[in-house]
């Protein structure tokens, strides 16, 4: 049980009649970069945000860190972080006041606030732009000062919702290398993505079609399993049978 | 509560860096206190006059000089011939035209009575009713005097007091209008946006997803707003005595809470709004259409309530401004305390829990 950081068993969430996803079990490991891959709409987003505990699964089992995601929200909170689609900073704050700012709700107090940000800004290589507003710099500073924010309160898990969409492959290059020494700290990395160049970077990866997990293996595994040569070609061959259409 | 601290400071910067915000805070209040206190009044001063004595005698030059000393009148010339009078008011240039017979003043001493004309432009109705009765005022007045003299028994005067605004100062009615609708606009209108404003960019799943109670983002959300508002209700009461010279004779404290009560109802009514809208321009066009119009109509500050079709008048119930105005005018008008107007606070009150009831419950679901 402990080595799990992510245990989903059996994990389900209906829309009425419609199954979002069904039935969905995983465990993903302590420090390891789990894989999220599905076609639009092949229900990743409705699991991530049951196991963020955004929403309420209908049914099955899930824990995070050991807590439960139907009764220890609270704490589960406390030991995740996020990082949406969607940038999650404030443009019109500055970078370290985004930093402070999610320091603070996160409960860090204003020695941590201030070694952390040091730190962070000095990683970055972010020190001079500091009192800069967001708004004004580049998109690839602010997915990796995003991620960085996302992960300051040195949470077991981070959720990353396709965080490199949009972004230029050198900088998606760092971002992956952030990632990995995160993971190489002991934090578990759960990332969803469309670039299945990424999905080569991921210990292990699930693949969803239409609400249920298709396959789940390391990438090489997988290729293997499905005796093609690439990653694109086994999610084109599992994503290929799918009903849902967007 | 560190975390609540580091959330309001972060509202207080999204304030503060935001011009367009910053303008609708703090410069709405001002122009509308200076734009309704003196622009948009219903008085109406220096009326241009034409004046056709044709007997031109003590009385009518008494009268005459009276309507001369009012500040509402200017009397432009003295005409000798009724066409005269058609072409001033086809030029558009004067409001009204008084006509003293011939016999006027033998009329008056002799029989007791005499006639005066009075013709007025009613292509503005509400000017020509307000003229009128400003001359029939004059009129009755020095009849009033004259009738000192002539000690005639069994003459029924009426004495009419106006209580509360004796100069009918349209300033009295206007300012609790204007309390009313700017607060609505900046506590509806502006939580309402920075709630959904956190939806569109995508930064209200990072805040659901933090250990931030989702209670706490919301009141965090609010509290700015609040103060803010506190300090529009402090500019406009004090723009209103300095500027516009207008009473308040109630207790300043039951005026200051009673508007405290105004402005958590109007944030619960942005908040509920924020929950059940997703974009920025849903938000606006709900406040806007759904709350400005109904405070400026139905409030009973612009129009008497009284004078609406039933159907307005219920429906004039649901606006939370309607009962504000009520109040504010008891408190800073007529000098009222709680007593007179225990029933509205609690209608206010109630509206408030339920706004605030619904959006819990809303905001719940959407988490689910």
Redesign the interface.
């Known amino acids: 049980m402990a080595e799990y950081v992510i245990k989903a068993e059996k994990l389900t969430k209906k829309f009425g009649d419609f199954t979002a996803t069904n039935a969905i079990s995983f465990e993903v490991g302590k420090g390891e970069i789990f894989g999220f891959l599905g076609a639009n709409g092949a229900g990743k987003t409705t699991a991530m945000r049951m196991l963020c505990g955004l929403s309420k699964p209908t049914s099955g089992k899930a824990t995070i860190a050991g807590f439960d995601i139907y009764k220890q929200t609270e704490q589960i909170k406390k030991n995740i972080g996020y990082m949406s689609q969607k940038f999650s900073l404030y443009e019109d704050l500055t970078i370290l006041e985004n930093i402070h700012f999610f320091g603070g709700i996160y409960g860090l107090n204003n020695q941590q606030l201030k070694s952390k940000s040091k730190q962070l800004l000095h990683d970055l290589d972010l020190e001079k732009e500091a009192k800069k507003l967001v708004s004004g710099i580049p998109l690839g500073w602010k997915q990796k000062l995003a991620f960085s924010v996302a992960v300051l309160h040195n949470p077991a898990v981070v959720f990353l919702d396709e965080p490199t969409g949009g972004v230029d492959p050198v900088t998606r290059r760092q971002f992956w290398d952030m990632i990995y020494e995160v993971a190489h700290h002991g934090m578990t990395v759960f990332v969803t993505t469309h670039y299945m160049d990424e999905a080569e970077y991921c210990n292990r990866i699930s693949i969803m079609v239409d609400g249920k997990i298709e396959a789940l293996n390391t990438p090489s595994n997988l290729k293997h399993q499905f005796n093609v040569p690439s990653m694109d070609q086994v999610f084109y061959q599992l994503a290929r049978g799918a009903k849902r259409i967007e | 509560m560190?975390?609540f601290?580091?959330?309001v400071?972060?509202e207080f910067?999204?304030v503060f860096?935001?011009r367009r915000t910053l303008f609708i805070l703090f410069g709405m209040p001002v122009a509308q206190i200076l734009m309704f206190g003196f622009a948009l009044t219903n008085e109406v001063k220096d009326s241009k006059i034409v004046i056709m004595d044709q007997s031109q005698d003590r009385a009518t030059q008494q009268i005459i000089s009276k309507i001369e000393a009012s500040h509402y009148f200017k009397i432009q010339q003295n005409i000798v011939s009724p066409k005269q009078i058609e072409e001033e008011f086809k030029k558009g240039k004067i409001k009204m035209a008084l006509i003293f017979p011939s016999n006027f003043y033998n009329d008056l001493m002799h029989l007791h009575t005499a006639e005066v004309q009075v013709i007025a432009d009613a292509s503005d109705p509400n000017v020509a009713t307000t003229v009128t009765n400003y001359i029939s005022a004059i009129i009755l007045e020095y009849q009033h005097n004259l009738n000192l003299n002539l000690n005639l028994p069994y003459r029924i005067s009426t004495e009419i007091r106006m209580l509360y605004n004796p100069q009918q100062k349209s300033v009295h009615s206007m300012v609790p209008g204007v309390m009313a609708l700017v607060l609505m606009l900046v506590c509806v209108m502006m939580t309402a946006i920075s709630i959904v404003k956190e939806k569109e960019?995508?930064?209200m799943?990072?805040?659901?997803?933090?250990?931030?109670r989702p209670m706490l983002i919301i009141l965090a959300k609010a509290i700015p707003y609040l103060l803010l508002s506190f300090i529009n209700i402090l500019t406009i009461l004090v723009l209103s005595v300095a500027l516009l010279g207008l009473p308040i004779n109630g207790s300043i404290l039951l005026l200051i809470a009673v508007s405290t009560l105004y402005i958590i109802a109007c944030l619960s009514l942005g908040i509920l709004i924020s929950i059940k809208t997703s974009t920025q321009q849903d938000a606006m066009t709900i406040s806007l259409m759904g709350m400005l119009l109904p405070t400026v109509m139905l409030s009973g500050f612009m129009f008497p309530i009284e004078n609406m079709p039933v159907v307005l008048q219920v429906i004039s119930n649901i606006v939370p401004a309607k009962w504000f105005n009520i109040i504010i005018k008891a408190v800073m008008i007529k000098g009222l305390g709680f007593g007179a107007i225990w029933k509205e606070v609690l209608i206010l009150t109630g509206m408030t829990i339920f706004f605030l009831v619904v959006s819990l419950k809303s905001f719940k679901i959407r988490?689910?």
């Open positions: 560190k975390q601290l580091a959330f400071r972060k910067y999204h860096r935001d960019t995508g930064t799943e990072v805040l659901l997803v933090s250990p931030l988490l689910a």
